[in-house]
């Protein structure tokens, strides 16, 4: 008989004031007997909902029904049949608007904790298993990969399982993209999980060469004219910070969230030992209120910052921030100032942030989004005392590969023009994730890649034929 607990078993977790002051993972995974108790939750369902709601089609009730038996093993097997990188996705995926949001167990109570099942079997996995991965015998067939970012990387593992001999062209001197520079080492730790995931691409054969920034060093031209790649998947992400063209974004203590987050991730602002430069200071903004501008505001705070203020123009309720994040950063402290909009930044004689002027914002009606228009109220400025701003209000692609590849059509955005099995309008290259979004997901980006990668082979094969 399934546990019909109408909660989740809790997730360990460092405490919110004790955590605050490093970069140690926040959730510290279930044990055994928490997965196996979490894992008979699971109904079984014939239709298996939850499945349709993952973008790379884990076998999810599968592999959980092989957690319930302690079977870890197995269930490994299972998840990476369709995912390459399962310890990543089970601590950043957006489960609760996904597979768990789809969850029958859900309707009466709290879904079934899937991402962090997903989570424990990569962990066991990593921790038990030395086996290597059994790299497939090659198919003669060479595809290039442009970003070793979640796209990338997910496109590479699919078609070096099928025997493709894969290169991937990554722009920063460490693969893993925004799984790298972005995401904060107390939500995803890199050398415990990033760098082995990506090591278990290398045993299956994917060349990673780092330092490569293509549309430079080397064009999309000359990987199919001089060194006989077949195809091309480029999964550049989507790196070009925006801004909101207020005055005093100029000033000295101005960061992009992607700046502020490369310092401390990939340059390791926050261990000793390394002086990457950055702003240390007892008072900073940071404007936006997605996931980026949570990792930006927590990651703040564990660098010293006393009060940290998350500045976003609609309420709560529109925060597109995931919840679990949300409730973290309130739990460590971050402040919210919602409804509340810049207009200026200030600065000293110096040229040094001091404030940042704001107006108090009260909402309209429903805009292209679906999420109540925010307006301004008339004489409701004021300031907040802060000497540091980050800002946090989305990215774009980076205009490189299209700028330099004849062909390569892009949108108004900038975004790359590709079909829904990720063709370019220049034949033989492909296109997935960030760099055609927009800005989203890890998941919809590796969903992207391997829906390229199924086309890439169809590509190939056929033009055998």
């Avoid at 008989?1 to 510290?28: G, I, L, S, W």
């Avoid at 970003?147 to 920063?172: D, M, N, R, W, Y």
């Avoid at 063209?245 to 000033?251: A, Q, V, Y």
Wanted: hydrophobic fraction near 40%; charge should be negative.
């Amino acid at each position: 008989m399934p546990n019909m607990a109408p909660k989740k078993v809790p997730m360990p977790e460092q405490e919110p004031d004790v955590r605050n002051h490093n970069f140690e993972e926040v959730a510290q995974g279930y044990t055994e007997k928490m997965a196996v108790e979490e894992a008979t939750r699971c109904l079984n369902c014939k239709n298996k909902p939850c499945v349709s709601g993952c973008p790379v089609n884990v076998r999810i009730p599968e592999f959980i029904a092989k957690v319930a038996e302690g079977n870890f093993a197995e269930a490994y097997k299972i998840v990476t049949s369709t995912n390459a990188l399962p310890a990543i996705c089970g601590r950043v995926c957006p489960q609760e608007n996904q597979c768990e949001g789809k969850c029958v167990r859900g309707i009466k109570g709290e879904p079934v904790a899937i991402g962090r099942l997903e989570r424990f079997v990569a962990d066991w996995y990593m921790a038990n298993c030395t086996e290597k991965a059994k790299r497939p015998q090659s198919n003669g067939h060479k595809v290039a990969i442009i970003g070793a970012g979640p796209a990338g990387l997910s496109c590479a593992g699919s078609l070096a399982q099928k025997g493709f001999e894969v290169t991937i062209f990554e722009a920063f001197h460490t693969a893993g993209g925004v799984l790298v520079y972005g995401i904060p080492e107390f939500r995803l730790p890199k050398e415990k999980v990033v760098a082995k995931e990506i090591e278990k691409l290398k045993e299956l054969g994917v060349n990673i060469m780092t330092d490569m920034v293509m549309g430079k060093v080397l064009s999309i031209d000359e990987l199919f004219d001089e060194m006989g790649f077949e195809a091309v998947f480029v999964g550049t992400g989507a790196g070009l910070p925006n801004f909101m063209k207020i005055p005093g974004e100029d000033l000295l203590g101005v960061y992009s969230a992607n700046e502020y987050l490369t310092r401390i991730n990939l340059m390791k602002a926050y261990q000793e030992g390394y002086d990457t430069p950055i702003s240390h200071c007892d008072d900073i903004a940071v404007v936006g209120g997605g996931n980026v501008a949570m990792d930006a505001a927590r990651c703040a705070k564990r660098m010293g910052a006393k009060n940290v203020y998350i500045v976003y123009r609609r309420s709560m309720d529109e925060l597109p921030a995931r919840a679990e994040e949300v409730h973290h950063a309130m739990e460590e402290g971050i402040e919210f100032r919602l409804l509340t909009n810049p207009v200026q930044i200030l600065g000293d004689e110096n040229g040094v942030v001091r404030a940042i002027e704001c107006v108090k914002m009260e909402l309209g009606e429903p805009d292209a989004s679906g999420r109540r228009r925010p307006v301004p109220v008339e004489g409701s400025n004021f300031e907040i005392p802060v000497e540091s701003v980050i800002m946090s209000i989305g990215t774009s692609p980076n205009p490189l590969i299209r700028s330099t590849t004849p062909g390569l059509e892009a949108n108004r955005h900038g975004c790359l023009v590709a079909d829904d099995h990720a063709a370019t309008t220049r034949e033989g290259v492909f296109a997935g994730g960030d760099a055609v979004t927009g800005a989203a997901t890890v998941i919809l980006a590796m969903g992207a890649g391997k829906t390229a990668a199924e086309s890439i082979e169809q590509y190939i094969l056929s033009k055998q034929n």
